[in-house]
């Protein structure tokens, strides 16, 4: 025998209630008389009690049918308007999401899209990271991570936004001073740039890291791009 949801004969016994009668409410939910018998008398099996009289004049709730039909009133409507916001994609969306990204990302290309974001459901909270450590989103409570660098194999779920491009790239007054490396291999008569994380976006795209002296070393892409800017060495950058 199938098993019917409660929500379904709910909404059943509501209608049977609003409209006096099985065949108003057959005619209002467009099934036939015997389908709204058939799940009053469910409903009233599951509950154990009768919560209608009929007869072939009249039909009347029980003082059980009052009180159910009383009680849940309230909780039929509020469900109803679940329903309909799901189906109309309103509303749906609730709550705090925690996000991470990378400090110069979130703030040049992320905000924009979380600002909007926001605009369009209010309901939902976000809360905002800026780092550029690669974070254990498990460890830290994190929902959603924007990354640029190769993930390691895991089993969290990753998706390809965009590429983003690096370049190798220097102030015209350090080339100036300094001469251009010809090639990778020269990069260790410079003074380079690098992040000071264990993971993350510190590689610089090449066979072997560059071996040149260190002339600044951050956590921050940013203040690696104000340092090159200042002629203190080679940076690998997001373009």
Same mark, same amino acid.
């Given at each position: ?24 409410? $057959?005619?209002?939910?467009?099934? &036939? #008389? ?9 409903? =009233? ?6 919560? !209608? ?8 709730? &029980?003082? $059980? ?6 009680? &849940?009133? =309230? ?8 329903? /309909? =916001? ?21 703030? /040049? ?21 800026? &780092? ?26 990753? +998706? ?5 491009? +690096? ?7 350090? !080339?100036?001073? #300094? ?10 008569? #410079? ?5 000071? !994380? ?26 690696? #791009? $104000?340092?090159?800017?200042?002629? +203190? ?7």
């Amino acid at each position: 025998m199938e098993q019917m949801k409660p929500d379904t004969e709910l909404a059943i016994f509501h209608a049977v209630v609003e409209a006096g009668s099985f065949s108003g409410a $057959a005619r209002q939910l467009g099934i &036939t #008389h015997s389908a709204v018998s058939k799940r009053i008398a469910r409903l =009233e099996q599951r509950l154990g009690t009768d919560l !209608l009289v009929r007869s072939t004049r009249q039909m009347r709730l &029980t003082e $059980a049918g009052e009180a159910y039909a009383s009680e &849940t009133r =309230e909780l039929l409507a509020k469900l109803r308007q679940v329903e /309909q =916001e799901i189906t109309e994609g309103t509303g749906a969306l609730r709550g705090r999401i925690r996000i991470t990204a990378p400090t110069a990302l979130g703030k /040049q290309q992320l905000m924009p899209l979380l600002l909007a974001f926001m605009d369009r459901y209010p309901a939902v909270e976000i809360d905002l990271t800026l &780092t550029d450590a690669i974070v254990d989103l498990v460890h830290e409570g994190m929902d959603l991570a924007v990354r640029s660098a190769s993930l390691d194999d895991s089993g969290l779920i990753a +998706r390809r936004l965009t590429t983003h491009p +690096r370049l190798i790239c220097a102030a015209p007054g350090y !080339l100036a001073r #300094h001469g251009w490396p010809a090639s990778p291999d020269g990069l260790v008569r #410079h003074t380079c740039l690098f992040l000071n !994380l264990s993971r993350g976006v510190s590689m610089w795209g090449l066979r072997e890291s560059p071996r040149g002296q260190p002339g600044f070393l951050s956590n921050s892409l940013e203040t690696l #791009h $104000a340092a090159c800017l200042h002629g +203190r060495g080679i940076a690998c950058l997001p373009r």
